[in-house]
């Protein structure tokens, strides 16, 4: 009888009231805390911050937040005080007006940007003696559509106040302000021949010929710096902008052919198609 309740006590010592904690018999036992695992710490988004000035001259701002170009531009606007219908277009890392450097549907994470704003206006002359006039027209994403190439010994080329730059504010006091390039491209396009016609252009502010500003041995953020290229921010008509990887060498070089061929037969170059 003794090893019998000595057998009980055990028995009793391992229940599950040992401690005091009930617990029905059959029901299974919970996990040991190492076997959970921990949770991950979530990834935070990265902060994106980039530099700019107004390409004529001004302080440094730095701008954030933005997932497209009409964004961008009312960023820009809001740090130096100014509508963001006054800009016209932005180059990266160069303050001239080099299309070469246009901003487009990407920027690299080292990039920074020069805003060009609306100058003087100017009103041209143009009679059509061919069926094309010579010009290449892109536009900024924003409503304006403005000339980016001007081919040489074109009817354009002869009128030297039409410059690389202006943008296209009216045909024949009809605006266009608005249209997408290519839409421009065929009103121009379209156009009788031998019949003048009128443009108004807006050029770019200029700054006394950008005399000593930002050249490369003062070391300043915008032209002095080399960006990797690896990484660039693309930005979207809708949606976030997302983080990619930059163009293979093949890519871009596939991407300079279609424009070629898109510049010889529409007179548009647009590399987000």
Known sequence: MRRAGRRGRQAQEGSPMENGVGQEP???EPP????IPAPRPSRARPRLVFHTQLAHGSPTGRIEGFTNVKELYAKIA???SISPTEILFCTLNTHKVDMQKLLGGQI???DFIFAHVRGETKEVEVTKTEDALGLTITDNGAG???I???KEGSIINRIQTVCVGDSIEA???HTIVGCRHYEVARMLRELPRAQPFTLRLVQPKKAFDMIGQRTRSSKSPGEGRVASGKETLRLRAQGLAT???GPSPFEEEAARRVDDLLESYMGIRDSEL
């Open 32 to 35: 040991a805390a190492e076997d």
């Open 26 to 28: 059959g029901t299974p």
């Open 171 to 173: 045909i024949n006091d």
């Open 144 to 146: 304006y559509a403005f």
């Open 243 to 245: 983080l990619e990887e």
């Open 78 to 80: 809001e740090v130096f």
């Open 108 to 110: 690299g994470l080292e």
């Open 148 to 150: 980016k190439r001007i």
